[in-house]
């Protein structure tokens, strides 16, 4: 039921992994905004970069823009679904993986597709990679980045999980709301709503728990400029607020015009190569070798999926 | 402008630390439900433990509520703030403390009441301890347990953060929303806007990140009784579902029948006793010593905040 | 469940008609705005005219507010019921008054509060003209005029219902969503909202449909002004837009800059004096002499609802 | 930003009249329900009945259904705009007809696309039809028909408007939300939302204001079965419940068992044959021969509208 994110800049996603199409409808966009295709290309193939799947990720625009500009209607694309391999997954048809959704998917809905994991494959990432290249647009001149920042062990033939950090430059401060609104929080949200997103956090964050107060609190530095009455100072970077940032740059739930830096810790894809132990709907065990194409290191993935997350929440924020 | 959190069970609170009062409209709860109120004053009592400031937190129940059967209509209540100081904080009246979100809501909204950090301050969260009482009783016979997992280091006069961990049990299979309503994502949510709070992980967490995958992936246990078709199946917990929980019973974003585990890290309090470096409005730095009452290891209290906020998303997630 | 109206601007009520107090949360209204409490008295006064029930209205404002300024924190607003006579209301405590909502609510909840309608009584919309009053002075200097239009028959120891109008004028061009979101779709929920609504029109409204196309379509003005760029042109209102007004100043969902018109029919309210014949649980009839205050004409009391129900949908779109 | 409609059956709609094509994605509906393609396509049959424009109107179904089962993931839908002309509107580039939305659109977003109406041409009812048309399946047994009840005056070369009733039957006692979630609020506002909608009456509506009070209440029927204490209770419609229907089944914004009725005014459509006086971006008006394909009694193809309107809003409190 809860396929949309945002509630002023909204995306709605759809598709399973071997339907026809998977896509979305972004509504709230502003309108009269030039898109760069480009850059969306160029985010979808960050996000194949060493993909076991081939696919071309032709995105077809069906609404919403016109000759290039935003008409401020909402924005539905679609992306056929070309490389599947539905016959791989033929064993998966009444038993359930370990470690995966199937079972899960199961009981809340009596029924799945389980082909490639149907919607909770992260093929639907894809809708969420394009619809956050348009929101990076809307909110420019604010910057993200992601990048990986530890990978798992490296064993032979086996899967690896890792950590992404993920920085924000050039926001305000004054943007998050209070209490259940807090921009950490909403962040937090949509960073778990990663598969095998694993863990969140600020600044500092766990470390934070094992200092001291004295240690803990970020000071103010005294050269600052004066501070203007203006809803949302200006974030121009050029001399930082505070001398140190362990908060990552979240005060009461609302930016404080330093970096918005997190981080976000990936599990290993539970998808393991040769036979695994598979349980039927009849509550036995089996040996099945689960066919399909896997990653072994998604994590080198992901970063283009955090950004896209991270610029949802903020686009949401700013329109 | 997010007051509110929850869309079927929904809480909604409201109040400054040093205004008249705080309280909460809870929309949603079913009818027919008796309630029980000493365990809302026990859940109290235990945020109030330790506590520098002494409030006797007694609830005035406005509406939804006859006779002690709820009425399926909104539950208001009402705590009266008594134990005000308000003369402590005339210091802060033009300036900004380090580390708070005083700062932040100023930039915000152009305006903010400095008393006791006004609507920033955790007292905000006495309305979410009498909410989350009553979502327990809505969720039972779910059970929620939280605790201190860990104390940050104890330094002479400092404050300390910590490590709070919850166990859910009694959770059925079956909970939680794909994509972007995941149980864990909803979690991490509630967790994050919880004051202080700075990290989140479900079950192995961050430690999850350098497992290989061979270790990380929870297998079925065979004897499992036969996985029946109900939507909801059984969580008896007389025979566990998997072999370990690493990923801390939730599966593609919905509960498995496991245990519901996760943590919270939360930094010390950025209230530092004596005196502090100041931003002024005009930008300059000011050394003031802060009044008001604070507490040195807060994390102490938090458990029972942690419970309240788990408890409000599952009854969200089971009415 | 939906004690809410609004998404940016929200009010959210609570209350029964002899409970402890009945009263609401205002979340969205911006910060810094100096509130008239006497308008808001004054818009009281006006919902009590020769109203049978007498309450002095007496608003304790709990939060949100400081010195008459808004925080840009949820406003939470509480008035006492204090004439309450809940014995005349024994006789219904098993049986279900004919036309009233004591059937259906029932039916959905398995419980009502018997005493004066409970939560279905029009005693909550107190609530509503206490937020209707803030939210005219967040629209201003946008202005809402409503009126009784027409009476029903006079007719000895009858109820009596009645057409109201009202007229919006100062709005901008631009206002209003498009599909679902329309500004003419969002005035009929609001007003449908109203207790003994039955109807609900748009300018000409029904008389709109039995004209001809060509005598129905608002022809433009040719002195009109330059049509400006901007994204909301002023409505000076100087120089009228079009000839005529059928439309009621929305077009599209939008509103054009013209005075928005619209009327709503209240049918008589259903409480007869007298006996009347009542459903007992168990189903069969009984004659019972109702006890409690009823108005004979309550449409006189209506046009501050009616104004107070159009401010929350502007103000919504407003802020 | 409101395209969408609903909040747990909700439909979100995209699509310019001339844009590649017009659809929807379907969130909340149940899993494993057969769809009926067949009714699908002759509610789109009725739709277009007598329509100038000529659509195939062939449904691509994306997601959310496998083998002709619903997965209880999103169902997206696309329709291809294949007969447009967009060369028909050129002289409306930078002008606006009257009574349309071209104004008031511009207004808010400043941009349009004015091929055809773009976003708000009724073509995007079209896609309502769709999730109307699946909604209905959701609700069954519960019945809904809409007929037109009156046209207005036939002249020669000019255009009509009339009203549509519309009855639901079989709905049980006890469906709809106190306050602001009334059954009738939501009804109106979905039928506003209809293009040329301009009037909204449940029962016996404005006649009633006129009625006395005596005259208006429904009574109840001795011979009613014993009312059992189900939160739904059974509507046979063996034996009515009351002796007359003038509220028109709903009391207290919550369903009794009786059929639900309401009335739709439309106003004539707004394109004249012929030249138009249209106002130019200018602020000038110009006389322009309006081309594009337009309908003179297009009130005959709105009660499917209707009933999928009705539909959408009676999906979302049943599911």
């Known amino acids: 039921m809860s396929n949309t994110i945002g509630s002023r800049f909204k ?23 030039s898109i760069d295709f480009e850059a969306v290309r160029a985010d979808l193939a960050r996000r194949r970069q060493g993909a ?3 696919e071309e990720d032709a995105v077809e625009w069906l609404s919403g823009i016109k000759d290039g500009i935003t008409l401020g209607t909402p924005i539905a694309f679609s992306i056929k679904n070309k490389d599947t391999h539905p016959e791989d997954y033929e064993a998966l048809k009444d038993c359930y993986r370990p470690g995966h959704g199937d079972y899960t998917w199961q009981q809340k809905f009596g029924i799945r597709d389980h082909r490639g994991g149907g919607r909770a494959s992260a093929r639907e990432t894809v809708a969420r990679v394009v619809a956050g290249a348009v929101a990076k647009q809307v909110i420019a001149p604010v910057e993200i980045h992601a990048e990986v920042a530890e990978l798992g062990p490296e064993a032979e033939g086996d899967t690896r999980g890792g950590i992404v950090s993920c920085r924000i430059s050039g926001l305000p401060a004054g943007v998050g709301d209070p209490v259940f609104g807090k921009l950490n929080a909403r962040l937090a ?19 934070a728990a094992r200092m001291k107060g004295s240690e803990y609190v970020d000071r103010w530095i005294g050269e600052r400029l004066k501070v203007k009455g203006e809803r949302y100072a200006d974030a121009t970077g050029t001399s930082p607020l505070t001398s140190t940032n362990h908060c990552g740059g979240v005060q009461g739930g609302i930016s404080n015009g330093m970096p918005v830096e997190f981080r976000v810790a990936f599990h290993p894809v539970v998808t393991l190569p040769g036979e695994v132990e598979c349980l039927t709907e009849s509550g036995e065990l089996r040996m099945v070798t689960v066919g399909g194409r896997h990653d072994r290191c998604h994590v080198l993935r992901t970063p283009v999926i ?14």
């Open 11 to 33: 995306l709605t996603t759809y598709g399973e992994s071997h339907g026809l199409a998977v896509g979305g409808i972004i509504d709230g966009c502003p309108s009269n905004l």
């Open 52 to 54: 076991a799947r081939q």
């Open 189 to 207: 949200h949509a960073m778990m709503c990663i598969p095998s997103a694993i863990g969140f956090e600020m600044g500092s964050g766990f470390a």
């Open 306 to 319: 955090v950004e896209a997350m991270a610029a949802l929440v903020l686009a949401d924020f700013l329109v």
